[in-house]
């Protein structure tokens, strides 16, 4: 049997267990507190790490808003920029149509307006023709007496205004002043002495005072007279005529042509 001494066994007891407390006190109780210690650091730097973790998820989620502002920004202002494009492309395109509606129209009023010149030229020369040769052909055809019709009716036309517009008259006197005037007479055949003299009778009765005479042979009045004293200006001759024609007939030509 063994022999146990419980004494013995007690004292080693309690120099184990004051063995262990002052371990415990000295040794795993510093061991605690440095691990306690590095427990609160792990846990300081877990929960630092946790907010530099949320600091980077919310300026992650900042950045993706301003990337999201920033891609909507981009789209607003390259929607505005093709919007404008469009705009001036339209403008330009406006202003083009205009220029060139402006400009078919100019070019055709120009047509027309060299047309209608061309036009009226074309009936001027041959009015300007036909007159030309009806003068011709009546200065080749008519008889002479036909000018001694055309000197008797001026006379008589010079009569009757002596007596029929005396407003008239008295301008041509007081035209004339103090001096003697001339009556130039421009004829397509020469006058006989009796019509120089009717002629120079009727003058000095409107003026009232003698009178010189100067006559000019002229064929292209074909027929007739024209007479000038002071301001005054008859005509009496198929020249004369024929250009009347020739207004009328292009005052009727004028409206028939159409115009701009």
Do not use: C
């Not at 990337?67 to 929607?79: R, T, Y």
């Not at 036909?130 to 008519?142: L, N, P």
């Not at 130039?184 to 009232?208: D, I």
């Not at 005054?232 to 115009?259: C, F, G, K, Q, T």
């Amino acid at each position: 049997m063994l022999d146990i001494n419980f004494t013995t066994v007690i004292w080693q007891i309690i120099n184990f267990l004051a063995l262990a407390a002052a371990l415990y006190f000295l040794l795993f109780k510093a061991v605690m507190r440095v691990v306690e210690k590095r427990t609160e650091e792990k846990n300081r730097l877990i929960n630092e790490l946790k907010e530099k973790n949320q600091e980077v998820d919310r300026m992650r989620a900042e950045l993706e808003e301003q990337l999201a502002q920033a891609d909507s920004m981009v789209n607003e202002i390259v929607d505005n920029a093709e919007k404008q494009i469009q705009k001036n492309h339209d403008r330009m395109l406006e202003r083009a149509r205009q220029e060139t509606e402006v400009i078919l129209g100019e070019a055709y009023s120009e047509a027309q307006a060299i047309q209608q010149q061309s036009m009226e030229a074309f009936y001027e020369r041959i009015l300007d023709t036909i007159i030309d040769i009806g003068g011709k052909v009546i200065g080749k055809a008519a008889p002479t007496e036909l000018n001694e019709i055309f000197v008797r009716e001026i006379n008589d036309t010079l009569w009757d205004l002596g007596r029929g517009n005396i407003r008239q008259v008295q301008t041509l006197r007081d035209s004339l002043g103090d001096r003697k005037p001339t009556v130039y007479v421009t004829t397509a055949f020469e006058l006989t002495p009796e019509q120089q003299r009717q002629l120079v009778r009727t003058f000095s009765a409107l003026a009232n005072r003698n009178v010189s005479v100067e006559i000019e042979i002229d064929p292209s009045l074909v027929m007739g007279t024209r007479i000038r004293i002071g301001d005054m200006i008859v005509e009496n001759s198929v020249a004369a005529r024929l250009n009347d024609l020739r207004d009328e007939v292009r005052e009727h030509l004028s409206e028939w042509m159409p115009h701009e």
